[in-house]
């Protein structure tokens, strides 16, 4: 069955004082690209987690977030006091120098680069956050999958339903194809024997076979009518398939409006003319939607 490449899912615990939440937004693109956020400290996970997301993932653009927040006493961040001290020293030292009295803004000096610090996990502690992180990834991956695969039942059938209307527009052709070359011969031998009656000339019949052989030759879209047929089944046994089927989908549909264009070339015929433009917007919806489509 298809698969969406839109898609949301999250997950969220606790692990030794640190609440962690997880969110991961999946939209579409013609390839496969991570967008990876990690907060301070946790950036040793980057490579491990874009390995989960591309092992479950094989298009669309994925936008992963991971987020911290301290529970009970533990702290995220610790404050180098060494640091701050050295600045409010000089600080103090450039107030009195210059002559200028007033007091220390504690909480905007905490913003300066190097004041306040990660608290960065030891080995072990790096060991059970990676493993407690990927975890919860597959938990959130999974949401993400079961929205995409709800949403790609729902791509399933409208593809479906336009390429229904393709085949019934298709058998129109097919009908009315077969008599394009008859009613080309009962035309020309009306205009010709009008014509010929005022000069008092006879038809020769050989001429008149040739020029109605060179039409059915130019005008036969009987191989299109094949084709675009074959595309079709072709196009109803991918969407049956697991696995990647978008790019697939998308060649198909390529191919398909190739073929309704050279009919539009070769249509001699009115009603012919006006299902091959109806054919074509149909394929224009179906390559719309296969966008969509992992």
Same mark, same amino acid.
């Given at each position: 069955?298809?698969?969406?490449?839109?898609?949301?899912?999250?997950?969220?615990?606790?692990?030794?004082?640190?609440?962690?939440?997880? !969110?991961?937004?999946?939209?579409?693109? &013609?390839?496969?690209?991570?967008?990876?956020?990690? @907060?301070?400290?946790?950036?040793?996970?980057?490579?491990?987690?874009?390995?989960?997301?591309?092992? $479950?993932?094989?298009?669309? +653009?994925?936008?992963?977030?991971?987020?911290?927040?301290?529970?009970?006493?533990?702290?995220?961040?610790?404050?180098? !006091? +060494?640091?701050?001290?050295?600045?409010?020293?000089?600080?103090?030292?450039?107030?009195?120098?210059?002559?200028?009295?007033?007091?220390?803004?504690?909480?905007?000096?905490? !913003?300066?680069?190097?004041?306040? *610090? @990660?608290?960065? @996990?030891?080995?072990? *502690?790096?060991?059970?956050?990676?493993?407690?992180?990927? &975890?919860?990834?597959?938990?959130?991956?999974?949401?993400?999958?079961?929205?995409?695969?709800? !949403?790609?039942?729902?791509?399933?059938?409208?593809?479906?339903?336009?390429?229904?209307?393709? $085949?019934?527009?298709?058998?129109?052709?097919?009908?009315?194809?077969?008599?394009?070359? %008859?009613?080309?011969?009962?035309?020309?031998?009306? &205009?010709?024997?009008?014509?010929?009656?005022?000069?008092?000339?006879?038809?020769?019949?050989?001429?008149?076979?040739?020029?109605?052989?060179?039409?059915?030759?130019?005008?036969?879209?009987?191989?299109?009518?094949?084709?675009?047929?074959? $595309?079709?089944?072709?196009?109803?046994?991918?969407?049956?398939?697991?696995? *990647?089927?978008?790019?697939?989908?998308?060649?198909?549909? %390529?191919?398909?409006?190739?073929?309704?264009?050279?009919?539009?070339?070769?249509?001699?015929? @009115?009603?012919?003319? %006006?299902?091959?433009?109806?054919?074509?917007?149909?394929?224009?919806?179906?390559?719309?939607?296969? *966008?969509?489509?992992?």
């Amino acid at each position: 069955m298809l698969n969406s490449m839109t898609g949301y899912g999250e997950a969220a615990d606790e692990l030794e004082g640190v609440s962690y939440a997880i !969110e991961i937004k999946a939209v579409n693109n &013609r390839y496969l690209k991570t967008i990876i956020k990690l @907060p301070e400290g946790t950036a040793f996970l980057e490579d491990e987690i874009d390995k989960e997301l591309r092992r $479950h993932l094989s298009r669309g +653009t994925i936008n992963y977030v991971l987020r911290l927040k301290a529970i009970a006493d533990h702290a995220l961040f610790e404050i180098d !006091e +060494t640091a701050l001290r050295s600045v409010v020293t000089k600080l103090n030292a450039v107030s009195a120098s210059v002559g200028v009295t007033g007091n220390i803004d504690l909480a905007g000096l905490l !913003e300066l680069p190097g004041i306040v *610090q @990660p608290v960065l @996990p030891d080995e072990e *502690q790096m060991v059970r956050i990676k493993e407690f992180v990927l &975890r919860l990834t597959a938990k959130a991956l999974d949401k993400l999958e079961r929205m995409r695969e709800a !949403e790609g039942t729902f791509l399933d059938a409208d593809l479906k339903k336009h390429c229904e209307a393709i $085949h019934t527009e298709l058998e129109t052709i097919r009908q009315c194809s077969g008599s394009v070359t %008859q009613d080309y011969a009962k035309k020309l031998r009306k &205009r010709v024997d009008e014509l010929l009656a005022e000069a008092k000339l006879k038809l020769d019949e050989q001429t008149l076979a040739r020029e109605v052989a060179i039409l059915a030759d130019r005008s036969d879209i009987s191989e299109e009518i094949a084709r675009l047929d074959a $595309h079709l089944q072709q196009f109803a046994q991918i969407c049956q398939t697991d696995g *990647q089927a978008g790019r697939r989908l998308d060649f198909l549909s %390529q191919e398909m409006l190739r073929e309704a264009n050279t009919m539009a070339s070769k249509a001699g015929d @009115p009603q012919i003319a %006006q299902a091959v433009v109806d054919i074509k917007c149909l394929i224009e919806r179906l390559k719309e939607q296969i *966008q969509n489509v992992e």
